[in-house]
């Protein structure tokens, strides 16, 4: 589903983000990457979200050769990689719904289709109840759920989530991890970058370990091992 054939990132010639890195990523997949600060781990998720280009190598996502996707393909990609960050990066003057709404209104969905998406998506991370309530009037837990809902509105095959609980405290991080973990079994392929050892220790999933800008491990049912 996700493959990247030794990918490298050099954004400047002393500014290495990944150097010659290969990775298959299987479809439902739940993968965490992990690694120290500064190691390549947003640099991959901005290469698959086509935000970068990679200096060489090929990255494909299913059958899509994504390595030097048109400015105007990139919304087709978008629609099948979910994204959420660390920081929400919610829109302060809308409520719940009009945030999710909006990342359908810009692909240009149908109201229609809005009305009946917007509550499905809240429903699946459980703020069906405040739909109405603005960003600041939310914990940080629950901003956080309001972004996956609004990545989910197009149904992607693939979530990538970069830090989604940098911000939270256990309680609430926990929250995240749970939803995350349905959202796999949904059938959705699923890339973690975290740095929470508890988290990686739990999902006893695939842990990708990258350092420098390569990975140095790749195992099945692992743990966290820096
Ligand atoms: N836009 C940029 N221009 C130049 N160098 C960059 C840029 N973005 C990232 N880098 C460099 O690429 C390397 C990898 O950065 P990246 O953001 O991928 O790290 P990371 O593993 O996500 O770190 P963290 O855990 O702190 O988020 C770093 O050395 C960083 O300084
Ligand atoms: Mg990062």
């Known amino acids: 589903m996700i493959n990247l054939q030794g990918i490298s990132k050099f954004y400047t010639r002393d500014s290495v983000g990944l150097h010659d890195v290969s990775l298959s990523i299987d479809h439902g997949e739940f993968v965490s990457v992990v690694g120290q600060s500064g190691t390549g781990k947003t640099t991959l998720v901005k290469l698959l979200i086509a935000e970068e280009r990679p200096t060489q ?130 059938g959705t392929t699923i890339v973690l970058v975290t740095h929470d050892k508890d988290i990686v220790n739990q999902l006893r999933k695939r842990v990708i370990t990258i350092d420098n800008g390569k990975i140095i491990s790749d195992a099945d049912h692992a743990k966290y091992r820096l």
């Open 57 to 186: 190598g090929t990255i494909s996502i299913g059958d899509w050769d994504i390595t030097k996707i048109s400015q105007r393909d990139i919304p087709l990609l978008r629609r099948q990689i979910g994204v959420i960050f660390q920081d929400f990066k919610l829109l302060p003057g809308k409520t719940v719904e009009e945030n999710v709404a909006f990342a359908m209104q810009v692909a240009g969905e149908s109201i229609k289709r809005i009305r009946n998406v917007v509550p499905k998506v809240l429903d699946i991370v459980g703020l069906a109840h405040k739909s109405h309530r603005y960003p600041t009037q939310l914990s940080g837990g629950e901003q956080q759920r309001v972004a996956i809902a609004r990545s989910l509105v197009h149904r992607p095959k693939i979530l990538v989530a970069d830090e989604p609980t940098g911000n939270l405290d256990t309680v609430n991080s926990q929250e995240i991890i749970e939803i995350l973990k349905k959202i796999n079994e949904f």
